[in-house]
């Protein structure tokens, strides 16, 4: 009876071992799948009914709040409370089975498909991950390694190379030598530090950071392009 017991609380213990990592990965995989559907109906919206628009700034704030919203939404769960009458406990009977016997149907009946896919999974998010990070040290290189001209609240960053003029957040990159030789029309000026000013570089940033995490979502790598295309117009 007490052998019974033990190998009853045995069995108990790994299938509720089992059934918690099976559930935390349907929850994973439902959160995908939800995230994804979100995802697709925003930009397939934006696609549709706001991108000839000229109305850069709320499409602006759209393209961020959606990107928020479809990773965020499906986190949002609704429970009821249901009161259950009490069922009797009915005690029943374990079969002996050897431990041995038991322990090689377990091993026989591993499914090793999700161990590939999350170390696939886990894969791409170092390789995202790391390219995210190689970025900002470059453009930290760029910073540090180059002359500095401060001009207001904006730092001007004069590179060696011909290079298109761009900006990261204060910082606005342009050619040195066509800066000392002043031939960089003041429309260019105009035009980074207005990228400086609202601050473009978080919307892009912030889309980098969920490549990382759902490097395997397309539609990530289309709503940045959208994103640095309306910066333009801004």
Avoid at 25 to 53: A, I, P, W
Avoid at 107 to 124: K, Q, R
Avoid at 136 to 160: A, P
């Amino acid at each position: 009876s007490c052998d019974f017991t033990l190998l009853s609380s045995l069995n108990t213990g790994i299938s509720l071992f089992k059934s918690g990592n099976k559930l935390k990965k349907n929850n994973m995989l439902t959160y995908l799948l939800k995230s994804g559907v979100c995802l697709t109906v925003f930009y397939l919206f934006y696609k549709l009914l706001l991108e000839k628009e000229p109305i850069h700034i709320f499409k602006r704030i759209y393209l961020l709040c959606g990107l928020l919203l479809a990773f965020t939404i499906p986190l949002i769960t609704f429970t009821t409370v249901v009161e259950v009458e009490p069922i009797e406990f009915i005690p029943y009977m374990v079969s002996e089975i050897p431990v041995d016997q038991q322990t090689t149907s377990e091993i026989a009946t591993i499914n090793y498909w999700p161990i590939i896919l999350w170390t696939v999974y886990g894969f791409g998010v170092v390789l995202f991950g790391l390219k995210f990070f190689i970025n900002l040290l470059q453009i930290g290189l760029k910073v540090r390694r180059n002359t500095k001209q401060k001009v207001n609240q904006f730092t001007h960053v004069l590179l060696q190379n011909l290079t298109t003029p761009h900006t990261f957040f204060s910082y606005i990159f342009l050619n040195r030598q066509r800066y000392i030789q002043r031939q960089i029309p003041q429309e260019v000026f105009w035009h980074e530090e207005t990228h400086a000013k609202q601050k473009h570089s978080f919307d892009v940033v912030l889309v980098e950071m969920l490549q990382v995490i759902f490097w395997f979502n397309p539609l990530l790598f289309f709503i940045k392009k959208d994103i640095k295309l309306n910066h333009e117009f801004l």
